[in-house]
Every structure is written in C-alpha cells, then in structure tokens.
C-alpha cells in the first residue's frame, strides 16, 4: 500500500470551539512533508489524533488503511513537543527501555547518533540541558525502524549548528518506503529537507503542495511564500 497517512473529513471540537475543520489530506510513502502554521493554528491536535492521543469530533484517521489502535502504535515514531522520559534515568538505561518495549528499536544505531552527537550515555537525563535532552529523544525517534515519524517542533530548543547536523540525522536514518511529518515554525531552517508542504491556518488546511512545484508557481522559498500568505 503506498498511501501511509489518510484523514477523510477530519473534525475536532472542544466544547463549542472548532479547533480542526474538515481536514482532508493523504500522505504517500517515501515522503518528508512539512506540517506548518503559527501558534495555536491546529497543529498539535491534529498530530495527537494521528497519535490516537485524541478521538476525533468526526471523521476517519487511517493509518496503513486501518483506524489508528495498538498495531499503529507499533508502525509510527512519534517525538512529542514536551520532553516525556523519566528525568532520573541514565540515557543508557532509556536505550534499554525503549529496545524492551518496541520490537523496531535499533540500540546500536542509538548508541552511534548518540556519540556523533557528543552525549554521555551515563549521564542522568535531569543532569542535562533542555536543549541535550531533547536531542537524546530524536535520537530515540529515529532510532526505531518505523513507517512514520511524526515530528512535533524537533529543532525548538538547539543551537542552529545543532539543527544542521538533526535534519541531516532524520534525512539519512528514516526506514526506506517510511514517511516523516515535520510540525514545526523554523521554515527557513527545515526547508531544504521537505518534500511537501501543508500550511494550516484556523484549523483547516489552506495548501498542500509539493516544495519545488509551490516555489516554482509562486516565485520564493517556502518561508518567503508562508510569510506572504500569514503576513507575518
């Protein structure tokens, strides 16, 4: 099946307020696509339903054509906003962890993006900065030899050497015939990796386009064209 991703009129509410609406969208295999929009725009929620972390108001989530359940669990790589380890763990004893509780898990190529990086894996997690422990739980994402990884503002808290050597990392280490999402606000940065683009504004997708099709028809970079569409 090549279609790893499909949302089929996608709705969410909390309470009165519509936060996603009528979200239509199918994700090909082989594919980085870039999920972008300001603060507060229905970014996070739409990966959370992916996730299978929120039930939708109404609409389907399908993932490998089937409703997201335990076995979508095990086939998506999902690096959250927020840092979720146990902060009282060495960064060798969550390597453990995480080989014991996914069967796709790679230790040794955790051990080697680990050491490219410069971290210590006997280091305890709350010994280190936001910033090291957030390269520690990519580390961990891409480590699995999943069919989709989805990316919630990966590049947020590291320098922009960092940054280079991280696209690079999610850019060389994604399974073959796997997809990547990238939510994220740092276009400029992440730009030159993506293959597609979706803008999301209010709670509804607004453009979905290949990167080198959308700069070829509107005349600038991804980041250039966003800025014009948001006027930000």
């Known amino acids: 099946m090549n279609t790893i991703l499909e ?17 239509n969208l199918t994700i ?6 870039g999920l972008l929009g300001k603060n507060g725009t229905g970014k996070s929620t739409l990966i959370k339903l992916i996730n299978d972390l929120l039930t939708p108001t109404s609409g389907e989530v399908l993932i490998n054509g089937k409703s997201p359940s335990v076995e979508s669990k095990k086939i998506i790589a999902y690096l959250p906003e927020r840092t979720y380890l146990d902060k009282s763990m060495k960064v060798a004893q969550v390597i453990k962890y995480f080989a014991e509780f996914y069967d796709n898990f790679d230790s040794q190529k955790a051990y080697k993006l680990l050491e490219e990086l410069g971290l210590d894996v006997n280091q305890k997690l709350a010994k280190m900065s936001k910033g090291m422990q957030e390269k520690v ?8 030899k999943a069919d989709l990884y989805i990316l919630d503002e990966p590049l947020g808290g590291v320098d922009p050497a960092t940054r280079e050597y991280i696209l690079d990392t999610i850019l060389s280490n994604f399974n073959e015939g ?6 994220t606000h740092l276009i400029n940065d992440i730009e030159r990796i993506l293959d597609d683009v979706i803008f999301i ?3 509804k997708i607004i453009l979905h386009s290949e990167c ?9 970079s991804v980041d ?3 800025r014009r569409m948001f006027r930000c």
């Not at 090909?28 to 696509?33: H, N, Q, T």
């Not at 796997?178 to 939510?183: D, E, G, L, P, T």
């Not at 080198?212 to 600038?220: A, F, V």
């Open 137 to 144: 739980q990519l580390v961990l994402v891409m480590s699995r």
């Open 7 to 23: 949302l089929k009129n996608l709705n969410k509410s909390f309470g009165a307020k519509k936060v996603l609406e009528n979200i």
């Open 212 to 220: 080198d099709k959308l700069r070829t028809e509107q005349g600038g």
């Open 28 to 33: 090909p295999r082989g594919k980085i696509v």
């Open 178 to 183: 796997a997809s990547v999402i990238i939510s």
């Open 201 to 203: 504004n209010d709670g």
């Open 224 to 226: 250039e064209i966003f």
